[in-house]
């Protein structure tokens, strides 16, 4: 094996991970908890920090 198969080995592999990654964004399965997750900045809740000492 030389270092052209070993190059497109890894284009190939990087290739079949993106195209999983993509097939998992896209899935009806997630796309709930992706709806939910993208709404997560416009919730009004007010954060405490409860371990910070005062000044």
């Known amino acids: 094996m030389d270092l052209n198969d070993l ?3 890894v284009t190939v ?7 999983g990654i993509v097939a998992w964004a896209w899935s009806r399965r ?5 709806d ?3 709404l997560l900045p ?9 371990t910070r000492e005062p000044s």
């Open 7 to 9: 190059r497109s080995a």
């Open 36 to 38: 939910e997750a993208a």
């Open 42 to 50: 416009f919730q009004d809740e007010a954060i405490t920090d409860t």
């Open 30 to 34: 997630n796309q709930s908890r992706f």
């Open 13 to 19: 592999i990087s290739l079949l991970t993106f195209l």
